[in-house]
């Protein structure tokens, strides 16, 4: 999950920079907020307090990018992916599968097996198996 988390922040955080120069004034903090999500997913140790919060921001955000997309389709054009037009809605679509995983790494955090397999467990990029 931490390649994975920090691939998808890493793309979100393009994402947010492709949208920087979109009329619209903030349609980049969507994906900037994605992109800070799934980066602290990167953190081994957060209080549990906190993972609350950040998992009900993932899913909102999620959900956010969902009702976004679905509200943009009715406005589509035959053949929106081959054009230019289209971009917002795949970005749209594309981030909020984007966060699932963001979203379930929250949600392991949550449980009590995943929290311990998670204190005991190396998660520095050179370590050696015990």
Same mark, same amino acid.
């Given at each position: 999950m931490l390649y994975l988390n920090s691939f998808i922040g890493l793309v979100f955080? *393009?994402?947010a920079l492709l949208h920087m120069s979109h009329p619209m004034p903030l349609g980049w903090l969507p994906y900037l907020i994605g992109a800070v999500l799934s980066? !602290?997913? @990167?953190?081994?140790e957060i209080a549990l307090v906190y993972v609350r919060m950040l998992a009900v921001a993932t899913a909102l955000i999620m959900f956010?990018?969902?009702? *976004?997309?679905?509200? @943009?389709v009715p406005s589509l054009a035959d053949g929106w992916y081959m054009h230019q037009?289209?971009?917002?809605? +795949?970005?749209? !679509? =594309?981030?909020s599968f984007f966060m699932i995983p +963001?979203? =379930? &790494?929250? =949600?392991?955090? @949550?449980?009590? &097996?995943?929290? &311990? /397999?998670? /204190?005991?467990?190396?998660r520095s990029f050179f370590s050696a198996p015990e």
């Open positions: 955080f *393009g994402m980066f !602290i997913t @990167l953190k081994n956010f990018f969902f009702a *976004g997309f679905f509200a @943009l037009e289209g971009w917002a809605a +795949v970005t749209r !679509i =594309s981030a +963001v979203l =379930s &790494d929250y =949600s392991c955090r @949550l449980k009590a &097996d995943c929290r &311990d /397999t998670m /204190t005991n467990q190396r």
